[in-house]
């Protein structure tokens, strides 16, 4: 069973870091995206991160240069570091595996991690 979770959420102060992980266990992957995603109730789902197996990386707008994201792919894990979080980063945060095998394409998703930046 194909299961992605996050880890490393919690409250950090404006001006702080977190460094989230996502392990992704039970696939094997050819080649492959990771993302990271997040989302404020009542808001849509915001794309913020991307990594290939190729280590090609993107990033929103809204993150880059305070946002870095990484992979190990030894560990199976995607990581997101997080600089100069501002109160407008609180959200569920959560790792997409985007998984192409066989001319297909699967998504599997975490469940999230909440990441809070409040003094």
């Known amino acids: 069973q194909v299961q992605l979770v996050e880890s490393g959420g919690g409250l950090v102060q404006p001006g702080g870091s977190l460094r989230l992980s996502c392990v992704a266990s039970?696939?094997?992957?050819?080649?492959?995206?990771m993302g990271w995603y997040r989302q404020v109730p009542g808001k849509e789902r915001e794309w913020i991160a991307s990594i290939t197996s190729g280590d090609k990386t993107n990033y929103a707008d809204s993150v880059k240069g305070r946002f870095t994201i990484s992979r190990d792919n030894a560990k199976n894990t995607v990581y997101l570091q997080m600089n100069s979080l501002k109160p407008e980063d609180t959200a569920v945060y959560s790792c997409?595996?985007?998984?192409?095998?066989?001319?297909?394409?699967?998504?599997?998703w975490g469940q999230g991690t909440q990441v809070t930046v409040s003094s």
């Open positions: 039970g696939i094997r992957c050819g080649a492959n995206v």
């Open positions: 997409k595996l985007v998984c192409i095998r066989g001319g297909r394409q699967d998504d599997y």
